[in-house]
């Protein structure tokens, strides 16, 4: 089975300063790993993914995320917030042995607040 | 037209009405996912197309549920006899056949009084 923990459920952060978003996960296996943010009353924009190879995943808007295998994590991060990045994000997992379900599996959200 | 559409985006019905909820993927989309997000929760997976083959439904919580994509691109979710626990947004997801990414649309907001 595969699951995430988001341990956070608010992450409040000044305008300008660095942010972190906590996602932590379990497969069987070696894992695909995803953030999606959520606006309100819209789906999911993907931001970032963790394939393979470089452990320092950069994605849009100047999220980055690192994989530690050792750690189970997957953080988001980025060096210096916007007012505009406020939103529900989410972690999600794919185990690579799973070659049918094909599913992601989501953590529970973190609402980030960006104060001005 | 590149990204995901759903409709309707919103959908009131009383219990024990039908609903049907519609997914246009991402044009050349094998793959075709439907979720359903509880409010305050994250999405969960309810079932997975190949093209028009239904690989998973593992996720459906109930007989009520039944989906479909006949041509293997539009697909549809139906939800019989609706009850209030119903009561969620489902969201379609696409992705195609070389990468790992879903590409999610709007989502519809089903509110069952």
């Known amino acids: 089975a595969q699951s995430v923990a988001q341990p956070e459920d608010q992450v409040n952060v000044a305008e300008g300063n660095p942010l972190t978003v906590k996602c932590t996960y379990s497969?069987?296996?070696?894992?695909?790993l995803f953030w999606y943010v959520q606006y309100p009353n819209r789906g999911l924009q993907f931001l970032l993914k963790y394939i393979t190879g470089d452990n320092l995943v950069k994605g849009s808007y100047g999220f980055e995320a690192e994989f530690n295998k050792s750690q189970t994590s997957f953080h988001l991060k980025k060096p210096s917030a916007l007012v505009s990045d406020s939103a529900l994000y989410f972690c999600?997992?794919?185990?690579?042995?799973?070659?049918?379900?094909?599913?992601?599996?989501f953590g529970s959200g973190t609402r980030l607040q960006v104060q001005p | 037209g590149a990204g995901v559409s759903q409709s309707p985006r919103y959908k009131v019905a009383k219990r024990g009405q039908d609903v049907a909820l519609r997914c246009d993927p991402i044009?050349?989309?094998?793959?075709l996912f439907w979720y359903q997000q509880a409010l305050g929760q994250g999405p969960e997976f309810l079932t997975y197309f190949q093209n028009e083959a239904q690989l998973d439904k593992s996720g459906l919580p109930s007989d009520r549920f039944f989906a479909e994509r006949p041509e293997g691109s539009v697909s549809t979710l139906k939800i019989q006899r609706t009850q209030q626990e119903d009561s969620a947004v489902y969201l379609c997801?696409?992705?195609?056949?070389?990468?790992?990414?879903?590409?999610f649309g709007p989502g519809t907001r089903l509110l069952v009084l």
């Open positions: 999600a997992v794919r185990d690579r042995k799973d070659t049918g379900r094909r599913a992601l599996t």
């Open positions: 997801a696409s992705r195609g056949g070389q990468e790992e990414t879903q590409y």
């Open positions: 044009s050349g989309h094998v793959s």
């Open positions: 497969v069987s296996g070696n894992p695909y």
